[in-house]
């Protein structure tokens, strides 16, 4: 059988994708393989994945093994083929929420529970409060944000997608908003120094 080949186009986005893997939480080898389930067009089973990366077959059994725990690959067989072939979920959104959960999951979660924990204990000097007191706020941002991407992973892909086309639209509306709102306040700030006034003139 003839080796497995890629085109220089789909070389440079699996090399790529494997130096970025490292800063995201996964090895190099890891993206890599990722990366090649991710442009092919039908699913590969391991042997393959080897013979196209020239990885060793060992490697590509932990490499999916990985991808699978992160659940950025599925498992699926072929009529009348007993080997296991591995591709990405179909929906570039899926991929996106998939990877937004598992870091949450490995890298937030464990923040979480350990600010609370060090937030249920008794302070025991004035910098154990100052401490506390920056804790609880980390600890709310923290939570706010988990909080809106709980609600994320709700919608649907396509309202997903045109939530964040309107990134730009969202804070012009946002700064509409405080400018009603601060308006807001000085009419009243207005109508305080109207009523003080009056008040004044009928004690004169």
């Known amino acids: 059988m003839e080796p497995h080949t890629l085109s220089p186009l789909m ?4 090399l790529h994708f494997g130096e970025m893997g490292s800063r995201w939480g996964i ?4 993206g890599q ?3 090649l389930l991710y ?3 039908r699913p590969l089973n391991a042997d393959e994945i080897a013979d196209y990366l020239s990885f060793s077959r060992s490697n590509v059994s932990m490499g999916l093994k990985e991808l699978q725990s992160w659940r950025l690959v599925k498992l699926l067989h072929q ?15 899926d991929i996106f929420k998939a990877l937004l959960e598992e870091r949450r999951r490995r890298e937030i979660e464990p923040t979480l529970s350990m600010l609370r924990d060090a937030l249920l204990e008794t302070p025991a000097s004035a910098d154990d409060k100052h401490a506390q ?3 609880r706020e980390m600890y709310d941002l923290i939570e706010l944000s988990s909080s809106w991407f709980d609600d994320v992973q709700r919608l649907s892909p396509e309202t997903l997608s045109s939530l964040m086309k ?11 908003k405080d400018k ?4 807001g306040e000085k009419t009243d700030n207005k109508s305080e120094d109207k009523s003080a006034k009056v008040a004044a003139k009928e004690k004169d």
């Open 133 to 135: 007191k920056r804790m």
């Open 11 to 14: 070389q440079r986005f699996i």
């Open 39 to 41: 442009v092919q067009a």
């Open 79 to 93: 009529p009348g083929d007993r080997r296991e072939y591995f591709e990405p979920p179909k929906d570039i959104w």
């Open 180 to 183: 009603f709102r601060f308006g």
């Open 166 to 176: 309107m990134g730009s639209k969202i804070k012009k509306l946002l700064d509409v």
């Open 33 to 35: 393989i990722y990366a």
């Open 27 to 30: 090895n190099r080898t890891v």
